[in-house]
């Protein structure tokens, strides 16, 4: 008999390897590891492991389990490639910076930004499409709204929100 953490570790490796677009898709590729497993059971393990589902490059929408890795630190050009390819709009209700994204993509542009410590960005909470940037006290949501849409190309659409 197969434990739940040999399951979830088979769960997790399953979609670090491939699409996994359904819960009766990986219910599958467990049986063929040779470990029975429920859609309910499937169901909870993906909650309890924290899997989102990301849109992928072909349009679908797949299962991902974020790292956590609070210490890596995204580069400058890697955050400039996320914002550019997920931001659709940034507005402003002072301290909050409210971003718009695909559906879907919020958690990435919120991950992104999170290991990115940018400057005056004291950190967000991200939704299926919207996220909030809280700017820190000093910097303020208005200058960090500019660097942000500056740093997405988007910098024209930013625009405050009474």
Known sequence: MTTKVQRQSAVAQIISESDVTSHTQLVRSL???????????????????????????????????????????????????????????????????????PPGCAHVVASALDRSRIE?????????????????????AKKLAAHLGKLAGIQQQTKAKK
Do not use: H
Request: net charge negative.
């Open 120 to 140: 005056g960005l004291a950190g967000t909470v991200a939704g299926d499409d919207t996220m909030f940037c809280v700017a820190s006290a000093n910097y303020g």
């Open 31 to 101: 049986k063929k590891m040779r470990i029975v497993a429920t859609q309910a059971t499937v169901s909870r393990d993906l909650e309890e492991l924290g899997a989102v589902k990301v849109r992928t490059s072909n349009g679908e929408t797949a299962y991902a389990i974020p790292e956590f890795e609070p210490e890596r630190i995204a580069p400058l050009d890697q955050l400039r490639r996320v914002l550019s390819e997920w931001v659709a709009d940034i507005q402003i209700s002072d301290p909050i910076v409210i971003i718009r994204t």
